[in-house]
Nanobody, 120 residues
Framework: QVQLVESGGGLVQPGGSLRLSCAAS????????MGWYRQAPGKQRELVAR???????NIADSVKGRFTISRDNAMNTVYLQMSSLNPEDTAVYYC??????????????WGQGTQVTVSS
């Protein structure tokens, strides 16, 4: 089965930066789209960014200009580089991947979530 493992979350001061990583492993034939959602307490889950296997990206207006998404196809890893962080960015960040297993079964796979807290 395909698994996603996230890392890079933590506590940062306003204006600081973090880079989140999400690595896929398991019986993978290929990965198409990858991306990041976030969910803050009392708020709906928000799509932050996504990237296709060819490198085309979409960034949410709320983070455009501050966040960038990238991927390393050889390592089956997607990254979210976050800068100029503010308290409104505080949330649990979840990565996802649209993947084909080694038996060509499509699936949407989620990471375990990583907490990002922006506070003085």
């Amino acid at each position: 089965q395909v698994q996603l493992v996230e890392s890079g979350g933590g506590l940062v001061q306003p204006g600081g930066s973090l880079r989140l990583s999400c690595a896929a492993s398991g019986s993978i034939f290929s990965i198409n789209n990858m991306g990041w959602y976030r969910q803050a307490p009392g708020k709906q889950r928000e799509l932050v960014a996504r990237i296709t296997n060819s490198g085309s990206t979409n960034i949410a207006d709320s983070v455009k200009g501050r966040f960038t998404i990238s991927r390393d196809n050889a390592m089956n890893t997607v990254y979210l580089q976050m800068s100029s962080l503010n308290p409104e960015d505080t949330a649990v960040y979840y990565c996802y991947a649209q993947a084909l297993s080694s038996t060509y079964v499509p699936g949407l796979v989620w990471g375990q979530g990583t907490q990002v807290t922006v506070s003085s």
